[in-house]
């Protein structure tokens, strides 16, 4: 099992900036991919980026494109997401999700973090 843990969520001014970060535990060589996804009160999960280990290669929903960077620390099993230019529509809650292929569909990761809250206030 992967046990992943996210944080560094809060509430920030239209226009501030965020790092969240996850740190995974456990069988880690079992999640090859990383992703980040958010939903916000009455949507559906939407795909935020994603990072593939292996090659760093990384990808990222037009929403953010430009705004947002993943990145990861092999040595510490930690991925981080730098949110710059938030905008109020980025309020949401932030998960962490790992999984063996980078793709934009939540369905592709079994592991999950537990959340973190980013309020983005206008």
């Known amino acids: 099992q992967v046990q992943l843990v996210d944080s560094g969520g809060g509430l920030v001014q239209a226009g501030g900036s965020l790092r969240l970060s996850c740190a995974a535990s456990?069988?880690?060589?079992?999640?090859?991919?990383m992703g980040w996804f958010r939903q916000a009160p009455g949507k559906e999960r939407e795909f935020v980026s994603a990072i593939r280990w292996s090659d760093g290669t990384t990808m990222y929903a037009d929403s953010v494109k430009g705004r947002f960077t993943i990145s990861g620390d092999n040595a510490k099993n930690t991925v981080y997401l730098q949110m710059n230019s938030l905008k109020p529509e980025d309020t949401a809650v932030y998960y962490c999700?790992?999984?063996?292929?980078?793709?934009?569909?939540?369905?592709?990761?079994?592991?999950w973090g537990q959340g973190t809250q980013v309020t983005v206030s206008s």
């Open positions: 456990g069988r880690t060589s079992r999640s090859t991919s």
């Open positions: 999700a790992g999984g063996r292929y980078s793709t934009a569909t939540p369905d592709d990761y079994t592991y």
